[in-house]
């Protein structure tokens, strides 16, 4: 990535993709064309660097712009026009057009590798930029596309570079149409449109590169639309497209819910369903299944949407506070499994007060077949919300005269023991509602109460009988008792609540551990998520104090490292789960640290294995032909024998075999060894497959079968270097005769699509399994060949070596009706070469 800075006071300049669905939709001509007009209305354009392609419209488009001249840069004895980055920054234009935005600089030729760097110092100087880049070329799609089309995109741009773009416009047309563009010829010549309509530009592969390049773009808005609005401080919902959170209680209606909010989301194109779980020691933490929780996570994620868990003491709260951090338009939740009796005593429940909160969010409470069946367990809170502090106290009062006012009506009918059990269960109900403090003063009521109005003498707060004395003063302890009994329990249960949400936590996040799918960045995601907080980290140092307040929570992970969190201030539980997570994190960070240390140790590894296969051929391979040419020209020397002129040749020519073997032999290992040590100079010209073909025929022995040659006449000239290139294909040619059955010949063809020419070298032999496909190009493998007169099993190695070493490629392919099809794929003449360096090749050898 470029580290250059906007020099200081110099304002960053803006930059402008057009972002192509496809090669040929235009992106070049509408760059072109939005410098025209941005020329006609007086800004200072200039054209730094754009790839016509020789295609006449967009050549049009240059006419009457000033156009940069191009810096001529040597590379392998060739020179190629690259952007002259110097230039357009001495000429400091307001507006500069650079095409090719994924575009790898000739190596050694500028002071960037890449095109996009260029771009970044044209930025950091001030200067506006409008590019073009196809939908192919983001490194998070690279390989998407490759898998889609079967063509491997050598160059790519980082993500992050185009999504800080200042604008991105989409270059697209339906796959028809371009189709018919490439039929009449107005993107490529005649002579490669039908292999580009039966290969890339395949009316499937257009349409997922559509919609690659679509979905794409829509998350970049997205990512925009989420930056306006925290920047604008804008809270409320937005309904740019929807977006359903459905509430996850652990419960059985978790699937009815989840499937309730899919079908919701899919009613409009773009649908996202978000799936959460609050973990908290609350109501909805009775009856929560751990296990229940994991097959609703799993649903949600066959389904496309994310599953979520976060923190909150407060359900309805932590519900829509989520729901709007992610735009939510609509919040999907099951009705209440609380009865009836339940409901009129505890008061509204989660739903009822979620939709209270929730202002502009739809909110849908979805029925299921447990609503109004109870739960396992009394709701259980950490602390009492402020309406039943406020409750309680009132309740103490109040139930007490109330009952009082009631049994003086039914005065006579019950007895002074019943009165006292009934104004005990007003206390206890009023223990459960307020707490014990709430308890005390209906104890305290209760008592002066039933002294006054049922305790003879009725109407003094005095007591003639010394045994209703004794049973008030009974009265009181029981209640008090009771009601702390009763406090105490509920204290528990809360406690048992927390520690159920803590670990409901800490399993979900082992549980994605162990699955493999928590990375350091989706972890501090996750404990940011979990947590509620605005940001989370990894520092290697302290945050100094100013920058530290009562929000700001740090937590050590390791060894020199730190996790630090800003939002809020966290209890003293959650401090104890943040530990767990910081574990977690800590030793994610320390996994990395290893897996750094085992790559290092990796090319050491590589080549012990390397020296030790090598030494195990050469006991063999290399001995072999010389033992046997030190043999003939011993017998040839000898004067005990003599040999008549016949049998004179006939030795020669095995010894001359024997030579020229171990010559061949003796080149490879040191071609190998070049291009493992990234010693190997390459000289890269035009090369007519037709100038490198028929020497590389003539190095086959005279038995070999019978090799039919397609017409290369039509086939354009690759950038190559062309004793290695027929060493390439001397390498496959003899590698597939050597398996091909003696009544088949092995066939050689090429075809040019894409910029690039594939030669494609097929022989009939048995094939060879996928699972084998790598294997194959190891050095020193024959894949079970008990044949050790076939070589060192480094043909194949060396093949692919060199040719990547070309910036090539080499692939095998199945042969239709059986058989193997090494496919080489080189770049035109007239294509600027890749960034790929033989040191940089030779090193993946």
Same mark, same amino acid.
């Given at each position: 990535?470029?580290?250059?800075?906007?020099?200081?006071?110099?304002?960053?300049?803006?930059?402008?993709?057009?972002?192509?669905?496809?090669?040929?939709?235009?992106?070049?001509?509408?760059?072109?064309?939005?410098?025209?007009?941005?020329?006609?209305?007086?800004?200072?354009?200039?054209?730094?660097?754009?790839?016509?392609?020789?295609?006449?419209? =967009?050549?049009?488009?240059?006419?009457?712009?000033?156009?940069?001249?191009?810096?001529?840069?040597?590379?392998?004895?060739?020179?190629?026009?690259?952007?002259?980055?110097?230039?357009?920054?001495?000429?400091?234009?307001?507006?500069?057009?650079?095409?090719?935005?994924?575009?790898?600089?000739?190596?050694?030729?500028?002071?960037?590798?890449?095109?996009?760097?260029?771009?970044?110092?044209?930025?950091?100087?001030?200067?506006?930029?409008?590019?073009?880049?196809?939908?192919?070329?983001?490194?998070?799609?690279?390989?998407?596309?490759?898998?889609?089309?079967?063509?491997?995109?050598?160059?790519?741009?980082?993500?992050?570079?185009?999504?800080?773009?200042?604008?991105?416009?989409?270059?697209?047309?339906?796959?028809?149409?371009?189709?018919?563009?490439?039929?009449?010829?107005?993107?490529?010549?005649?002579?490669?449109?039908?292999?580009?309509?039966?290969?890339?530009?395949?009316?499937?592969?257009?349409?997922?590169?559509?919609?690659?390049?679509?979905?794409?773009?829509?998350?970049?808005?997205?990512?925009?639309?989420?930056?306006?609005?925290?920047?604008?401080?804008?809270?409320?919902?937005?309904?740019?497209?929807?977006?359903?959170?459905?509430?996850?209680?652990?419960?059985?209606?978790?699937?009815?819910?989840?499937?309730?909010?899919?079908?919701?989301?899919?009613?409009?194109?773009?649908?996202?369903?978000?799936?959460?779980?609050?973990?908290?020691?609350?109501?909805?933490?009775?009856?929560?299944?751990?296990?229940?929780?994991?097959?609703?996570?799993?649903?949600?994620?066959?389904?496309?949407?994310?599953?979520?868990?976060?923190?909150?003491?407060?359900?309805? =709260?932590?519900?829509?506070?989520?729901?709007?951090?992610?735009?939510?338009?609509?919040?999907?939740?099951?009705?209440?499994?609380?009865?009836?009796?339940?409901?009129?005593?505890?008061?509204?429940?989660?739903?009822?007060?979620?939709?209270?909160?929730?202002?502009?969010?739809?909110?849908?409470?979805?029925?299921?077949?447990?609503?109004?069946?109870?739960?396992?367990?009394?709701?259980?809170?950490?602390?009492?919300?402020?309406?039943?502090?406020?409750?309680?106290?009132?309740?103490?009062?109040?139930?007490?005269?109330?009952?009082?006012?009631?049994?003086?009506?039914?005065?006579?009918?019950?007895?002074?023991?019943?009165?006292?059990?009934?104004?005990?269960?007003?206390?206890?109900?009023?223990?459960?509602?307020?707490?014990?403090?709430?308890?005390?003063?209906?104890?305290?009521?209760?008592?002066?109460?039933?002294?006054?109005?049922?305790?003879?003498?009725?109407?003094?707060?005095?007591?003639?009988?010394?045994?209703?004395?004794?049973?008030?003063?009974?009265?009181?302890?029981?209640?008090?008792?009771?009601?702390?009994?009763?406090?105490?329990?509920?204290?528990?249960?809360?406690?048992?609540?927390?520690?159920?949400?803590?670990?409901?936590?800490?399993?979900?996040?082992?549980?994605?551990?162990?699955?493999?799918?928590?990375?350091?960045?989706?972890?501090?995601?996750? =404990?940011?998520?979990?947590?509620?907080?605005?940001?989370?980290?990894?520092?290697?140092?302290?945050?100094?104090?100013?920058?530290?307040?009562?929000?700001?929570?740090?937590?050590?992970?390791?060894?020199?490292?730190?996790?630090?969190?800003?939002?809020?201030?966290?209890?003293?539980?959650?401090?104890?789960?943040?530990?767990?997570?910081?574990?977690?994190?800590?030793?994610?960070?320390?996994?990395?640290?290893?897996?750094?240390?085992?790559?290092?140790?990796?090319?050491?590894?590589?080549?012990?294995?390397?020296?030790?296969?090598?030494?195990?051929?050469?006991?063999?391979?290399?001995?072999?032909?010389?033992?046997?040419?030190?043999?003939?020209?011993?017998?040839?020397?000898?004067?005990?024998?003599?040999?008549?002129?016949?049998?004179?040749?006939?030795?020669?020519?095995?010894?001359?075999?024997?030579?020229?073997?171990?010559?061949?032999?003796?080149?490879?290992?040191?071609?190998?060894?070049?291009?493992?040590?990234?010693?190997?100079?390459?000289?890269?010209?035009?090369?007519?497959?037709?100038?490198?073909?028929?020497?590389?025929?003539?190095?086959?022995?005279?038995?070999?079968?019978?090799?039919?040659?397609?017409?290369?006449?039509?086939?354009?000239?690759?950038?190559?270097?062309?004793?290695?290139?027929?060493?390439?294909?001397?390498?496959?040619?003899?590698?597939?005769?050597?398996?091909?059955?003696?009544?088949?010949?092995?066939?050689?063809?090429?075809?040019?699509?894409?910029?690039?020419?594939?030669?494609?070298?097929?022989?009939?032999?048995?094939?060879?399994?996928?699972?084998?496909?790598?294997?194959?190009?190891?050095?020193?493998?024959?894949?079970?060949?008990?044949?050790?007169?076939?070589?060192?099993?480094?043909?194949?190695?060396?093949?692919?070596?060199?040719?990547?070493?070309?910036?090539?490629?080499?692939?095998?392919?199945?042969?239709?009706?059986?058989?193997?099809?090494?496919?080489?794929?080189?770049?035109?003449?007239?294509?600027?070469?890749?960034?790929?360096?033989?040191?940089?090749?030779?090193?993946?050898?």
């Amino acid at each position: 990535m470029n580290d250059a800075r906007p020099e200081p006071g110099v304002r960053r300049g803006r930059l402008k993709v057009y972002l192509g669905a496809a090669p040929g939709v235009g992106k070049t001509y509408r760059m072109l064309d939005e410098a025209r007009r941005r020329a006609e209305r007086g800004t200072d354009v200039v054209v730094g660097f754009a790839e016509c392609h020789k295609r006449p419209h =967009t050549e049009a488009m240059v006419d009457g712009l000033e156009v940069m001249e191009r810096a001529q840069c040597a590379y392998r004895g060739a020179e190629f026009p690259e952007l002259d980055l110097d230039a357009v920054l001495a000429r400091r234009p307001q507006v500069a057009v650079v095409d090719e935005l994924a575009h790898s600089n000739v190596p050694g030729g500028g002071r960037n590798a890449k095109r996009w760097q260029d771009v970044e110092a044209l930025l950091d100087a001030g200067i506006d930029v409008v590019t073009a880049l196809n939908i192919q070329h983001l490194e998070s799609l690279n390989d998407v596309v490759e898998k889609i089309t079967r063509v491997p995109q050598r160059e790519s741009v980082p993500d992050a570079v185009v999504r800080r773009a200042d604008q991105i416009e989409l270059v697209d047309m339906p796959p028809e149409g371009l189709r018919r563009r490439m039929a009449h010829g107005n993107i490529y010549a005649p002579e490669k449109v039908d292999a580009a309509l039966a290969n890339y530009f395949r009316p499937g592969n257009l349409t997922a590169l559509r919609e690659l390049a679509l979905l794409w773009l829509a998350d970049r808005v997205d990512e925009a639309l989420q930056y306006y609005r925290a920047e604008h401080n804008i809270g409320g919902v937005w309904e740019t497209r929807e977006r359903v959170v459905v509430a996850l209680t652990g419960g059985p209606e978790g699937e009815t819910l989840i499937r309730r909010a899919a079908r919701i989301a899919a009613r409009s194109a773009g649908g996202e369903v978000l799936a959460v779980h609050v973990a908290r020691s609350d109501g909805l933490a009775a009856g929560t299944s751990h296990a229940a929780l994991v097959r609703q996570r799993r649903l949600v994620e066959s389904i496309g949407g994310s599953y979520h868990s976060v923190v909150g003491d407060h359900v309805p =709260t932590a519900l829509v506070e989520f729901a709007r951090a992610e735009n939510a338009t609509q919040l999907v939740l099951g009705t209440s499994r609380r009865g009836r009796l339940e409901r009129f005593l505890t008061g509204s429940g989660i739903g009822d007060t979620t939709v209270a909160l929730s202002d502009d969010i739809d909110v849908h409470m979805v029925t299921h077949e447990r609503a109004g069946g109870g739960r396992l367990l009394p709701s259980r809170r950490r602390t009492l919300p402020a309406s039943r502090l406020i409750a309680g106290p009132v309740a103490g009062l109040l139930l007490p005269v109330l009952l009082t006012f009631a049994l003086d009506r039914m005065r006579g009918t019950l007895n002074l023991t019943s009165e006292a059990l009934l104004f005990l269960l007003a206390v206890v109900g009023v223990a459960c509602i307020g707490g014990v403090t709430s308890a005390l003063i209906a104890s305290v009521t209760a008592s002066l109460l039933l002294n006054y109005w049922f305790i003879p003498p009725t109407g003094h707060f005095t007591m003639a009988d010394p045994d209703a004395v004794v049973a008030i003063a009974v009265f009181a302890v029981v209640a008090a008792t009771v009601a702390g009994v009763v406090d105490r329990s509920l204290r528990l249960s809360r406690r048992s609540a927390r520690a159920t949400a803590e670990a409901e936590t800490m399993s979900s996040l082992a549980g994605s551990i162990v699955r493999g799918d928590r990375a350091i960045p989706a972890l501090l995601e996750h =404990t940011r998520e979990t947590f509620g907080m605005e940001s989370a980290e990894l520092v290697e140092e302290p945050p100094d104090a100013t920058d530290t307040d009562s929000a700001t929570v740090t937590v050590p992970v390791g060894t020199g490292s730190l996790l630090v969190l800003r939002g809020r201030t966290l209890a003293s539980s959650e401090r104890r789960v943040l530990s767990a997570f910081a574990a977690h994190v800590g030793a994610a960070v320390e996994r990395a640290r290893l897996a750094e240390a085992a790559a290092e140790v990796e090319p050491v590894k590589a080549a012990d294995r390397m020296r030790t296969a090598l030494l195990r051929a050469v006991g063999h391979d290399l001995r072999t032909p010389l033992a046997t040419a030190l043999a003939t020209v011993g017998s040839l020397r000898s004067r005990d024998v003599s040999f008549s002129a016949e049998d004179r040749e006939e030795l020669l020519a095995s010894a001359e075999d024997s030579l020229t073997k171990l010559s061949r032999l003796v080149e490879n290992l040191l071609d190998m060894s070049r291009l493992q040590a990234g010693a190997l100079k390459l000289r890269l010209r035009a090369t007519a497959l037709e100038e490198v073909l028929p020497p590389a025929l003539d190095s086959l022995p005279a038995d070999a079968p019978l090799i039919e040659i397609q017409s290369l006449e039509e086939i354009p000239a690759v950038l190559a270097d062309p004793p290695l290139l027929e060493r390439v294909i001397a390498n496959l040619v003899g590698n597939a005769t050597r398996h091909s059955p003696p009544e088949e010949s092995v066939l050689v063809a090429a075809s040019a699509l894409a910029g690039r020419v594939e030669l494609r070298v097929v022989d009939r032999g048995p094939g060879l399994p996928p699972h084998h496909r790598d294997q194959v190009f190891a050095p020193f493998q024959r894949l079970g060949d008990t044949d050790n007169t076939t070589g060192l099993g480094l043909g194949l190695a060396l093949a692919r070596g060199l040719t990547e070493a070309m910036d090539g490629t080499l692939t095998p392919e199945d042969t239709p009706g059986g058989g193997l099809t090494m496919v080489v794929s080189l770049p035109f003449a007239d294509q600027v070469p890749r960034s790929r360096d033989a040191e940089r090749v030779s090193g993946g050898v």
